[in-house]
């Protein structure tokens, strides 16, 4: 056998890793989504402040701040919120 092959794990090991659970925790942690004028937040805890100019989430230890103009709430569910508008910066925070 050559090196190569020793290193190489077996068929049935390559699909145990493949399809293995996640860490703990990696399901529910914020995710942010951006495409153009259009801004999706999922898994965020609060809404802080809301504005046309400034929207501010919680999404537990940090925050994230969202600037822009025109800024209006598209979709608000229980953990997710779409944001659409002229979105200028971002900033994360530390509480």
Known sequence: MTKRSENRPSPMRWLQRLFRQPP???YGQ???YWRGKT???EHFRRIR???EEKLCLELGRRTLTI???GLRIETLGAH???LRGEILRTD???E
């Open 24 to 26: 703990n925790g990696f």
């Open 30 to 32: 914020p995710c942010i």
């Open 39 to 41: 801004l999706e937040v």
């Open 49 to 51: 402040t809301y504005s």
């Open 67 to 69: 600037y822009g103009d």
């Open 80 to 82: 997710r919120i779409t």
């Open 92 to 94: 994360f925070s530390d």
